[in-house]
């Protein structure tokens, strides 16, 4: 049985750009399939097959809402704040990305959404505190206890810290000078 979509007073809905007539994203970040048709040949005979309106259901990837989204011979999994952020805001300027403004990726809400540079989105990132540093980072060698000790360290050479941590000499070496590994835990 198909799911009917259940549309309320405080959800205004707008075409998905690029995809009028097969699917409509609300300001609430859901996104209906559309009721239409599709001419395809059953048993030998032309017919026109019904597709029902129905509600997409979202998964995450990365972090962010997610939809497939099918139609005119081909499919596309597309994130839903870009969905939303293009039927309220306009097309993607060129090099821009969607930014949250208060730095959660599940608040798809067009008043939440806007374009911004990468640059501006990496620091919008630092003022929600949403940016991995230091240990929270997957490719961390060193952790920030250890960082912290070879700083404070004047007992052992970089050779030796190096051997002991299995990294380089001149990671050590940028670690004791401060290029690497600054106070905030920043590479």
Known sequence: MAEQAIITDSEEWRDVPGWEGFYRVSSLGRVLSVARS???YRKGVMASIPIPERMLKTFLTVGYPSV??????QQKTTYVHELVC??????????????HNDGCKTNCNPS?????????NMADKKVHGTQKRGDALWFTKISDDTVAK??????????EWAALCGVSQSLISSIRSGRRRMKNGAL
């Open 150 to 159: 070879i700083r404070g360290d004047d007992t052992m050479t970089n050779k």
């Open 112 to 120: 939440n959404l806007r374009w911004a540079s990468r640059a501006e």
């Open 38 to 40: 599709y001419r395809a």
């Open 86 to 99: 293009a039927a309220w805001h306009g097309p993607r300027p060129m090099g821009s990305d969607v930014a």
């Open 68 to 73: 497939a989204l099918c139609g005119r011979g």
